[in-house]
């Protein structure tokens, strides 16, 4: 069974950092991977892309130069580095698998809270 | 970048049929397939039309995904309404390697 587990959320101040994960379980982790963003009480926003060996990555324009995506293939592990995070970085963040363009597997997210 | 733009709700009666348009503001929506996703309140998303028009295994046969060029739009519709449909719709698309997701629209089931 196909499972993706987000965690590392939590509580931030503004100018400040914070690492999310995803463990991926049940598949070969060597599908690109992405993470995704819903602001309480509104839609989904895509954030980044990771390729299967990490030597490509892209980023939304709101988070470039900010947030980093990286993977573990050895640990079966998604991460985001989310520095000098602001108020609007407010979110549950989702890891997503992709497989033919399509998002076929979610995690369960993990709330990220920005706030003094 | 582009925009996918959703009407922000639709209402229908049970059994009857709504169609949800998403509308590309830039480039063909032809170009670059198109995915909607089902989210229920507090869960995950989850896929309903993937490729314009596929629908991933244990999706009902009352969903369908379709492509229209000269409106530059793509459209789910939802026949034979139930009550377990009413949730929030996205459209999905991307163009190179930067992904973009509708605006949303919530289906309620009077």
């Known amino acids: 069974e196909v499972q993706l587990v987000d965690s590392g959320g939590g509580l931030v101040q503004p100018g400040g950092s914070l690492r999310l994960s995803c463990a991926a379980s049940?598949?070969?982790?060597?599908?690109?991977m992405h993470w995704v963003r819903q602001a309480p009480g509104k839609g989904l926003v895509w954030v980044s892309r990771?390729?299967?060996?990490?030597?490509?990555?892209s980023y939304a324009d709101s988070v470039r130069g900010r947030f980093t995506i990286s993977r573990d293939n050895a640990k079966n592990t998604l991460y985001l580095q989310m520095n000098s995070v602001r108020e609007e970085d407010t979110a549950v963040y989702y890891c997503?698998?992709?497989?033919?363009?399509?998002?076929?597997?979610w995690g369960q997210g993990t709330l990220v809270t920005v706030s003094s | 970048n582009f925009m996918l733009t959703q009407p922000h709700s639709v209402s229908e009666s049970p059994g009857k049929t709504v169609t949800i348009s998403c509308t590309r503001s830039?480039?063909?929506?032809?170009?670059?397939?198109v995915q909607w996703y089902q989210q229920r309140p507090g869960s995950s998303p989850t896929t309903v039309i993937y490729?314009?028009?596929?629908?991933p295994s244990g999706v009902p046969d009352r969903f369908s995904g379709s492509i229209d060029s000269s409106s530059n739009s793509a459209s789910l519709t939802i026949s034979g309404l139930k009550t377990e449909d009413e949730a929030d719709y996205y459209c999905q698309s991307y163009y190179l390697n930067i992904h973009v997701f509708g605006t949303g629209t919530k289906v309620t089931v009077l």
């Open positions: 830039s480039g063909s929506i032809a170009n670059n397939y």
């Open positions: 490729k314009d028009n596929q629908r």
């Open positions: 997503a698998r992709e497989y033919g363009e399509n998002f076929d597997f």
């Open positions: 049940g598949f070969t982790f060597s599908s690109w």
């Open positions: 990771i390729n299967s060996d990490g030597s490509s990555t």
